[in-house]
């Protein structure tokens, strides 16, 4: 059974910023494409982030410049770094593979992350 978990997220102010980290258990994130989501409230989930196999990265234009996906390999983790956040960026933030790149994994609680104008 391979179990997500998300952590990193909190409260900050504008303009600060953020580590999330993404580890599972049954699986292994360092052989997936990995995608970091975000939900903000009423919103529909969507993909700010990912990182291949190969360590190639892309960015929804939202965060472009301010997001940062990297792995740690010994770790089996893929984080995100958040810098300059925006009250826009308020959501539950989650892992998963990435859309298209086989069967998502159950998805986990996500960490939230509230920026405060």
């Known amino acids: 059974q391979v179990q997500v978990v998300e952590s990193g997220g909190g409260l900050v102010q504008a303009g600060g910023s953020l580590r999330l980290s993404c580890a599972a258990s049954?699986?292994?994130?360092?052989?997936?494409?990995i995608g970091w989501y975000r939900q903000a409230a009423g919103k529909q989930r969507e993909l700010v982030a990912d990182?291949?196999?190969?360590?190639?990265?892309s960015y929804a234009d939202s965060v472009k410049g301010r997001f940062t996906i990297s792995r740690d390999k010994d770790k089996a983790t893929v984080n995100l770094q958040m810098s300059s956040l925006k009250s826009e960026d308020t959501a539950v933030y989650y892992c998963?593979?990435?859309?298209?790149?086989?069967?998502?994994?159950?998805w986990g609680q996500g960490t939230q992350v509230t920026v405060s104008s």
């Open positions: 998963n593979r990435k859309t298209g790149w086989g069967p998502p994994y159950p």
């Open positions: 049954g699986t292994d994130l360092n052989i997936n494409t």
């Open positions: 990182i291949s196999l190969r360590g190639a990265t």
